[in-house]
């Protein structure tokens, strides 16, 4: 598969061999094949040190927009995040937070709060939201985690997937000790132990993720170390396989411009999200290994701030999303995207290539109803249908086709893609009677 850089860059070239274009369009097939094969409803997940807003809350504004404009990695799924977890938050500003998130949200679509503590130790508060749509909290089992002589808790929550309450997920959010030196390596260690015990007492099915900001300097530091040992709540760390490398930094975006912000450039892989081996053996509940990144970073700002010269992780046209991250804090947010077996309508599109047959298919709709297959050339936008009692994410857009869902509710639609639309872009989208899906984004290759 090409990576995000490459497919940003080489979209812009006009010009190209089609040769060349249909090589890149196979690895992504393959790619794409694999999702496939653990296809279910998508989840994305954001974890996201806010730093007490003590950054620009305009920009931190611009950065929730942005963060629900990104296409995912091989699925091209568009989609508003699902759960956020925030680390240094203040308890009187949740309120705020939340104001924020569902501003940002598709119409219809709110965030809660989930069960917070103050734990006093300094740095702000663990914080998770969540889309109504998407999850239900379930307030006793949460748990505050500390190793009891440390500043700072971990926070344990356990959500259960809207559509399906058996589908169940346990996060543990968490900001360890900051500062190098081995006093504070061996109390991020103490503190990583006592997530890992806890962990290890969950059921051994159980679905966790690790996240948070973890402060730790090195792969050979005990703190991230610990997360490997063998039990039951043993982690993975399936794209960057315990690498620091350059595209896995999260710290600091900053472009020094705000002295109460930490500066420097980024060089640090400080944020992590992490799961445990249910959620990467390949059925039901699964992360998508090829999602997992860190916003906005595009391997090629080491030592520099997010926003110095062209960031290539973001279009020509959306540089302003690089320089909102570098203003809201001094920290990057790690999104992931997980495939859930949940019954939701879902749209897949394969990757395009001109010239060549595409199918665009659409599941979980009602038996024997027409779906439409609409797409734009013109990005998101909000287009109210009210034939259809539905909102599209699209601007501008226009039908592509019609389709009747089979006694399966799938419905399928197969065209050859247009020749000019070569060098391009399509956001896509299925709708039926009161019920959209995600819009996918794909490049015409």
């Given at each position: 598969?090409?990576?995000?850089?490459?497919?940003?860059?080489?979209?812009?070239?006009?010009?190209?061999?089609?040769?060349a274009?249909?090589?890149?369009?196979?690895g992504?097939?393959?790619?794409?094949?694999?999702?496939?094969?653990?296809?279910?409803?998508?989840?994305?997940?954001?974890?996201?040190?806010?730093?007490?807003?003590?950054?620009?809350?305009?920009?931190?504004?611009?950065?929730?927009?942005?963060?629900?404009?990104?296409?995912?990695?091989?699925?091209?799924?568009?989609?508003?995040?699902?759960?956020?977890?925030?680390?240094?938050?203040?308890?009187?500003?949740?309120?705020?937070?939340?104001?924020w998130?569902?501003?940002?949200?598709?119409?219809?679509?709110?965030?809660?709060?989930?069960?917070?503590?103050?734990?006093?130790?300094?740095?702000?508060?663990?914080?998770?939201?969540?889309?109504?749509?998407?999850?239900?909290?379930?307030?006793?089992?949460?748990?505050?985690?500390?190793?009891?002589?440390?500043?700072?808790?971990?926070?344990?929550?356990?959500?259960?997937?809207?559509?399906?309450?058996?589908?169940?997920?346990?996060?543990?959010?968490?900001?360890?000790?900051?500062?190098?030196?081995?006093?504070?390596?061996?109390q991020?260690?103490?503190?990583?132990?006592?997530?890992?015990?806890?962990?290890?007492?969950?059921?051994?099915?159980?679905?966790?993720?690790?996240?948070?900001?973890?402060?730790?300097?090195?792969p050979?530091?005990?703190?991230?170390?610990?997360?490997?040992?063998?039990?039951?709540?043993?982690?993975?760390?399936?794209?960057?396989?315990?690498?620091?490398?350059?595209?896995?930094?999260?710290?600091?975006?900053?472009?020094?411009?705000?002295?109460?912000?930490?500066?420097?450039?980024?060089?640090?892989?400080?944020?992590?999200?992490?799961?445990?081996?249910?959620?990467?053996?390949?059925?039901?509940?699964e992360?998508?290994?090829e999602?997992?990144?860190?916003?906005?970073?595009?391997?090629?700002?080491?030592?520099?701030?997010?926003?110095?010269?062209?960031?290539?992780y973001?279009?020509?046209?959306?540089?302003?999303?690089a320089?909102?991250?570098?203003?809201?804090?001094?920290?990057?947010?790690?999104?992931?995207?997980?495939?859930?077996?949940?019954?939701?309508?879902?749209?897949?599109?394969?990757?395009?290539?001109?010239?060549?047959?595409?199918?665009?298919?659409?599941?979980?709709?009602?038996?024997?109803?027409?779906?439409?297959?609409?797409?734009?050339?013109?990005?998101l936008?909000?287009?109210?249908?009210?034939?259809?009692?539905?909102?599209?994410?699209?601007?501008?857009?226009?039908?592509?086709?019609?389709?009747?869902?089979?006694?399966?509710?799938?419905?399928?639609?197969r065209?050859?893609?247009?020749?000019?639309?070569?060098?391009?872009?399509?956001?896509?989208?299925?709708?039926?009677?009161?019920?959209?899906?995600?819009?996918?984004?794909?490049?015409?290759?």
């Amino acid at each position: 598969m090409t990576d995000r850089l490459g497919r940003r860059e080489f979209r812009t070239l006009r010009v190209r061999r089609v040769l060349a274009a249909l090589v890149v369009a196979l690895g992504c097939v393959g790619a794409w094949r694999r999702a496939e094969a653990q296809s279910g409803a998508p989840v994305r997940i954001v974890t996201y040190n806010i730093a007490e807003l003590v950054g620009s809350t305009i920009d931190l504004r611009k950065v929730f927009q942005a963060l629900g404009e990104d296409p995912a990695p091989v699925t091209g799924v568009i989609r508003a995040p699902d759960i956020y977890i925030f680390q240094e938050v203040d308890a009187g500003t949740t309120g705020l937070i939340q104001s924020w998130l569902d501003a940002s949200a598709p119409l219809g679509v709110q965030y809660r709060l989930a069960t917070f503590t103050v734990n006093g130790g300094g740095a702000g508060e663990n914080a998770l939201f969540y889309r109504d749509d998407s999850f239900v909290e379930e307030p006793a089992a949460h748990r505050d985690i500390t190793n009891h002589t440390g500043p700072r808790a971990t926070d344990r929550w356990k959500l259960h997937c809207a559509e399906d309450a058996s589908v169940t997920l346990y996060i543990y959010g968490s900001h360890f000790k900051a500062e190098e030196g081995f006093q504070f390596e061996s109390q991020r260690a103490s503190e990583a132990d006592a997530v890992r015990r806890d962990a290890d007492t969950l059921p051994a099915a159980a679905h966790i993720i690790y996240a948070g900001d973890w402060n730790v300097y090195a792969p050979s530091e005990a703190a991230f170390l610990r997360f490997f040992d063998a039990g039951s709540g043993r982690a993975v760390d399936p794209r960057f396989l315990g690498s620091f490398a350059a595209l896995a930094h999260t710290q600091s975006p900053h472009d020094g411009s705000n002295p109460d912000l930490v500066g420097g450039g980024m060089d640090d892989r400080f944020d992590f999200q992490l799961c445990s081996e249910e959620l990467s053996d390949g059925a039901g509940f699964e992360m998508i290994a090829e999602s997992y990144r860190s916003f906005g970073n595009d391997g090629l700002h080491y030592n520099l701030s997010i926003n110095a010269g062209v960031n290539h992780y973001f279009r020509p046209d959306e540089q302003w999303k690089a320089d909102a991250l570098a203003l809201a804090s001094d920290h990057l947010p790690v999104v992931v995207d997980y495939f859930t077996p949940a019954p939701r309508f879902l749209l897949e599109v394969p990757p395009l290539v001109a010239g060549l047959f595409a199918t665009l298919r659409a599941s979980h709709a009602q038996p024997g109803e027409s779906v439409h297959f609409i797409y734009s050339q013109r990005g998101l936008g909000q287009t109210p249908v009210p034939q259809l009692g539905v909102t599209l994410g699209l601007r501008s857009p226009a039908l592509a086709g019609s389709a009747r869902a089979d006694a399966q509710g799938s419905a399928t639609l197969r065209g050859r893609v247009p020749v000019e639309l070569l060098g391009g872009e399509l956001w896509i989208q299925a709708a039926r009677q009161g019920a959209v899906t995600d819009v996918v984004w794909r490049p015409v290759d």
